[in-house]
Every structure is written in C-alpha cells, then in structure tokens.
C-alpha cells in the first residue's frame, strides 16, 4: 500500500484539528482519511483489515493497524517532527494511558465551532459511500 489511511471521529473538534494538521504537513500526499464509522471497519472487512472498534486515530499501512499513541507517534513523526519518535521510549501502557484519559476528556476541552473544509481537505477526506473505487486502491 502506498497510500496509508487514518480512521478518525469526524464529530470531535480536536480530532477535526489533528487532521488538519495531517493534510497541511502531508508534503508527500501520503494520507487519505476516512471516518472511523461501523460502515468504514465493515468495508475493510473486505480487505482481510481487521480493525477493532475504539475510539482512537487508527493508522492503516500495508494492513498494518496502529491504535492510540503509536497512530499518533507514526502520524506526527511522517508528517513533520522526526524527533517525536523519542516518545516510543514512553512505555506503551502509560503512553496509552494518557491518550485514553485525554480521548476520554477530549470533548471538555473544545468549544462548539465548525469551520469550513478548505478544497485540499475535501480531496483528501473519503467516504466508503463516494469513494469505494479510491480506498480499493489505496487499500490493493
């Protein structure tokens, strides 16, 4: 897979920020994004990606599924800073403890705003309604 792909909860502001952050650092294109929905982890199904349902980032590359801090660690180190991948050295079980405990506070922390998807958002952003024909090749 050349492509990777991120599940993500469109619903959450913070979340929403994250993207952004991905579609503006993402020089190489690799990312595409698609919601984390049951009808997204049902169409990977097809692909023999077993995805489970949690309410994290997931990162999907060459049907490898990165949760929690390590989707978050493998994203922000592609995109941007290199030197983020010093945070592996964090044991995974605090590392994720943190993420779940911020992911689980996550919607305290946000106001009530939506802002316009920019063009370069829109292209990047899937559905599995619209763009089945996109994901079979990112996901092939």
């Not at 619903?11 to 997204?40: A, G, L, P, Q």
């Amino acid at each position: 897979m050349k492509n990777k792909l991120i599940l993500y909860d469109g619903d959450c502001i913070i979340c929403n920020r994250f993207i952004d952050f991905v579609i503006k650092n993402d020089k190489r294109n690799d990312y595409y994004i698609i919601d984390n929905s049951k009808e997204t982890i049902s169409f990977l199904h097809k692909y023999n990606i077993e995805v489970k349902d949690v309410d994290s980032i997931i990162v999907i590359d060459d049907n490898r599924v990165l949760y929690y801090s390590d989707a978050v660690i493998e994203i922000v180190c592609d995109v941007k800073y290199k030197k983020f991948i010093y945070f592996k050295h964090v044991p995974i079980f605090l590392r994720n403890f943190l993420y779940k405990l911020f992911a689980k506070n996550r919607k305290k922390f946000q106001r009530n705003e939506c802002a316009l998807p920019s063009k370069e958002k829109l292209n990047k952003i899937l559905s599995v309604k619209k763009d089945s024909d996109k994901l079979d090749k990112i996901l092939s």
